[in-house]
């Protein structure tokens, strides 16, 4: 990795923080879901960023997949648990971090903290040479040494120029075998904690796309629709609001290209145990001596 590429990583990982500490001062009783997210969003834009995924709010027992669409009318309450997780590129180079707010009320707090040190937990452990499995023991008994449960199936990832998904998965649990990380590999450590069941699952609509292929359909506007979204967004998710500026009939045209099999929607995932989740996540570049926080 040269030098030019290192510093568009450390850029897009401080712009992603920023727009996590921003976005966090937005999330109060009565905010509107739809304008808090729009305003990380154009923050991000202001900023000369673009979006590596759209905005995710996971609210209470919700783990992770969900964004406002255009009609949406969701509002934050006193006593919510939201996830705010904010990716951000720049040309192609990810920033990817959460934190969990609860707003006016701090009944699980002792649960936010267990996210927050489970993730320094494993990134004082990551380094060149380090099997995942290892940090992902460190992170389950950091969890369960709070009394709570690491949620099995959501991980961490490896994270290339234009793929925010490359590979390596970081677990929140012991796994035997899994990668070895290497200098210059740049991931994703995202603890999940919850007091359900630890698993997570669904089929609802998370009103976040990804375009599966790009193939030939009869419908023209679907087709311009499908290409403006191959150029525009280099296979990274996104989302049914950012299409109207693309084309005024933007949701019909999504429908079909869904219909066709070449846009697919990303399920809510929600706790199996009705469980609260809460979720702590930083990017980090493994280097040859240990590792650097780029999101810091």
């Keep these: ?28 009783n009565r905010a509107s879901m739809l304008d808090v997210t729009e305003s990380i969003e154009n923050f991000v834009i202001e900023k000369n960023g673009e979006l590596a995924f759209p905005t995710n709010l996971a609210v209470n027992n919700v783990g992770a997949h969900w964004t406002p669409s255009t009609k949406s009318k969701e509002i934050f309450h006193t006593g919510d648990v939201v996830k705010l997780d904010v990716g951000v590129h720049i040309e192609g180079y990810i920033g990817d971090n959460a934190l969990t707010v609860e707003i006016g009320s701090d009944k699980y707090s002792k649960m936010i903290e267990a996210s927050r040190e489970a993730l320094n937990t494993a990134i004082e452990i990551a380094s060149p040479g380090v099997n995942v499995g290892i940090i992902g023991q460190a992170v389950q008994d950091t969890i369960e040494g709070y009394g709570y449960r690491p949620i099995a199936n959501l991980t961490g990832h ?12 970081i677990p929140s649990i012991r796994e035997r075998g899994g990668s070895v990380l290497k200098s210059g590999d740049v991931v994703a450590i995202e603890p999940f904690v919850t007091d359900g069941a630890g698993r997570v699952g669904g089929k609802r609509n998370s009103n976040i796309y990804h375009l599966r292929q790009v193939r030939k359909i009869r419908d023209e506007k679907a087709t311009k629709l499908m290409m403006e979204i191959q150029d525009r967004y280099h296979g990274l998710p996104f989302a049914e609001r950012w299409l109207h500026s693309i084309q005024d009939d933007a949701t019909k045209s999504l429908q079909k290209l869904i219909r066709s099999g070449v846009v697919s929607y990303y399920p809510i995932l929600d706790e199996l145990g009705k469980g609260i989740v809460t979720q702590s996540e930083h990017t980090i570049m493994i280097t040859s001596s240990g590792v650097e926080v780029l999101t810091a």
């Design 158 to 169: 490896g994270i290339k120029r234009y793929n925010l998904h490359s590979g390596v998965s």
């Design 1 to 28: 990795m040269n030098s030019e590429e290192i510093l568009k990583w450390k850029e897009a990982g401080k712009l992603a923080r920023n727009a996590l500490n921003f976005g966090k001062t937005l999330i109060q």
